[in-house]
T-cell receptor
Framework: EPEVTQTPSHQVTQMGQEVILRCVPI?????FYWYRQILGQKVEFLVS????????KSEIFDDQFSVERPDGSNFTLKIRSTKLEDSAMYFC????????????FGSGTRLTVV | KQEVTQIPAALSVPEGENLVLNCSFT??????LQWFRQDPGKGLTSLLL?????REQTSGRLNASLDKSSGRSTLYIAASQPGDSATYLC????????????FGKGTKLSVKP
């Protein structure tokens, strides 16, 4: 069964450093997403991406966050200057077509900011 | 603002029991509802997707129902097994949203052998 692949599985970074989280969505999917889950809390929406642009973003997704689809397969989330409160599990997801289709999530990247 | 609540927060049952997990949402104007399974430290595995026009979906020992008007969904697991131990998450896609899945906090299920 097709998978959404995320790398790395775990990243430790110092506060103030930039990090890039990488995702390879399912190849025929058109919609891409980033979600995050702080330990013990709900999974929260960050951003959705369609047709090479952001289609929706949450209040969490401020100027320190950016997303990019640099080629036909990768989808990245960049955090410019990490804070302690950015420590969380970050999930990439993709969806084949319109809202009637379900989401497929990756296995996540655990980001630890020290 | 849509809120999703899952009850109970944790559940421990002996192997072989049938069980029901509950999910409620405050705004009935949803597009669909999806149930996920999350193993500790792992990603989300999709279990069932129910469109707003549907009443239920089944996959193997799992059955999910949706009552949109009352803002409720249930996940029924038949003949539970230790391998079913995980956290089960409910998520709704609002009618006005393109991608913002709103999640509940989950029900942590432990099935004892």
């Amino acid at each position: 069964e097709p998978e959404v692949t995320q790398t790395p599985s775990h990243q430790v970074t110092q506060m103030g450093q930039e990090v890039i989280l990488r995702c390879v969505p399912i190849s025929n999917h058109l919609y891409f997403y980033w979600y995050r889950q702080i330990l013990g809390q709900k999974v929260e929406f960050l951003v959705s991406f369609y047709n090479n642009e952001i289609s929706e973003k949450s209040e969490i997704f401020d100027d320190q966050f950016s997303v990019e689809r640099p080629d036909g397969s990768n989808f990245t989330l960049k955090i410019r200057s990490t804070k302690l409160e950015d420590s969380a599990m970050y999930f990439c997801a993709s969806r084949e077509r319109d809202r009637g289709y379900g989401y497929t999530f990756g296995s996540g990247t655990r980001l630890t900011v020290v | 603002k849509q809120e999703v609540t899952q009850i109970p927060a944790a559940l421990s049952v002996p192997e072989g029991e049938n069980l029901v997990l509950n999910c409620s949402f405050t705004d009935s104007a949803i597009y669909n509802l999806q149930w996920f399974r999350q193993d500790p430290g792992k990603g989300l595995t999709s279990l069932l997707l129910i469109q707003s026009s549907q009443r239920e979906q089944t996959s193997g020992r799992l059955n999910a129902s949706l009552d949109k008007s009352s803002g409720r969904s249930t996940l029924y697991i038949a003949a539970s097994q230790p391998g079913d131990s995980a956290t089960y998450l409910c998520a709704v896609l609002d009618g006005g949203s393109q991608g913002n899945l709103i999640f509940g906090k989950g029900t942590k299920l432990s099935v004892k052998p």
